[in-house]
């Protein structure tokens, strides 16, 4: 036979202890505020190298860039750009590589590395580096509705 079973939790203010539930017979639940616990997993860093990373025109490479938390592939955006937010080096949102975005200089050129998110791992490979990939870029994480981003330096040495 089912039987209801009644439960009443009293919510204090923060500062004065976490939420009790209890249901009779004894039973006493304490429930963590489920709205620290989220701001909590929500927050995050984006970190890049501190110092140009050097490549040599003509060849690839790797701009690291490291958010702190484990990211999903769908309900994130990683944009990588240079000087114009809209004109994105490469464009990672809504589980899509949106290359119709993308700067014309860089088409063909970039790969993010999807199957990474999970370790945090948002670095961008660039191909065939040019001289005019010279300067810096910018690695913007969006997640869970707030944002980091980290810069980085890309020295390109001709051949």
Do not use: M
Not at 34 to 46: G, H, K
Not at 124 to 136: M, T
């Amino acid at each position: 036979t089912l039987q209801q079973l009644h439960i009443t939790c009293f919510f204090p203010k923060p500062s004065h202890g976490d939420p009790q539930c209890g249901a009779r017979g004894g039973l006493t639940v304490t429930v963590k505020d489920p709205t620290s616990l989220f701001q909590q997993r929500r927050q995050f860093t984006v970190s890049g190298p501190a110092l140009p990373v050097p490549a040599i025109a003509g060849s690839d490479v790797v701009l690291d860039c490291k958010c702190s938390i484990d990211l999903p592939r769908e309900g994130v955006e990683v944009r990588w750009f240079r000087t114009r937010f809209d004109s994105p080096v490469h464009l990672y949102k809504d589980g899509l590589h949106q290359l119709r975005k993308q700067d014309e200089a860089y088409r063909h050129r970039t790969q993010l590395f999807v199957e990474e998110f999970i370790n945090g791992n948002v670095s961008l490979r660039l191909g065939d580096v040019r001289v005019s990939d010279n300067g810096q870029y910018t690695c913007l994480v969006r997640y869970a509705r707030l944002y980091e981003e980290a810069e980085i330096e890309l020295k390109v040495i001709g051949q």
